[in-house]
């Protein structure tokens, strides 16, 4: 069964930095590109990191480029998201998840919260 | 950047109901590369159709997918009460890809 499961969200004050982890089973995790998907509260779902398997290619939306980096382990199964000069904006439920071009597998989430 | 629109924004139906569901693309996705996700409140979303029309593993046969170009439909046969949610597209033909922004299924 495939399970990822999320973690080091929190509370952090603007300009902070966290980082976030997604632990994969139950699948070849480095055959797949794997996607961090936000949600801020009572809003849709925003695509703001790509990694591909080959962990060269990335992708980052906009909104998060120049502060957020992706990476990924593929010997501990791990992927990573770290998040630097936060924003109050940057508020949200951030998902991981695995990725075949759509999104097959979604982790439960970690919140995190910016703010003073 | 394709923008994905859907309609409406809040669905008000009764259980056993039929569902139309409608994700307009800003550009043809050329292939079939639309998805749809259902996320009830407080969880995470759930994959529910890929290439259009294909039903993810376990995913019921009252879900329905079509379309093709900039416009596509998720039907819902008979509304069943788990069935209450909101529902996002999904195009993954393009970079980046982009979900539209849901639409609610609410109990009328």
């Known amino acids: 069964e495939v399970q990822l499961l999320e973690s080091g969200g929190g509370l952090v004050q603007p300009g902070g930095s966290l980082r976030l982890s997604c632990v994969a089973s139950?699948?070849?995790?480095?055959?797949?590109?794997m996607t961090w998907v936000r949600q801020a509260p009572g809003k849709g779902l925003e695509p703001v990191s790509v990694?591909?398997?080959?962990?060269?290619?990335?992708y980052y939306a906009a909104s998060v480029r120049g502060r957020f980096a992706i990476s990924r382990d593929n010997a501990k199964n791990t992927l990573y998201l770290q998040m630097n000069s936060l924003r109050v904006e940057d508020t949200a439920v951030y998902y991981c998840?695995?990725?075949?071009?759509?999104?097959?597998?979604w982790g439960q989430g970690t919140l995190v919260t910016v703010s003073a | 950047e394709i923008v994905l629109t859907q309609s409406p924004g809040t669905l008000s139906l009764s259980p056993g109901e039929r569902a139309t569901l409608s994700c307009r693309a800003s550009?043809?996705?050329?292939?079939?590369?639309l998805a749809w996700y259902q996320q009830k409140p407080g969880q995470a979303p759930t994959f529910l159709i890929y290439?259009?029309?294909t039903r993810a593993t376990g995913i019921p046969d009252r879900f329905s997918g079509s379309g093709s170009g900039t416009d596509f439909t998720l039907t819902i046969s008979r509304l069943e009460p788990e069935d209450f949610a909101v529902y996002y597209c999904?195009?993954?033909?393009?970079?980046?890809?982009?979900f539209g922004p849901g639409t609610r299924v609410e109990i009328k």
């Open positions: 998840a695995k990725t075949d071009g759509y999104l097959d597998r």
């Open positions: 139950g699948f070849t995790f480095s055959n797949f590109a």
């Open positions: 990694i591909w398997g080959d962990i060269d290619n990335t």
């Open positions: 550009l043809s996705l050329g292939g079939n590369y």
């Open positions: 290439d259009v029309s």
């Open positions: 999904q195009q993954y033909g393009s970079s980046p890809r982009t």
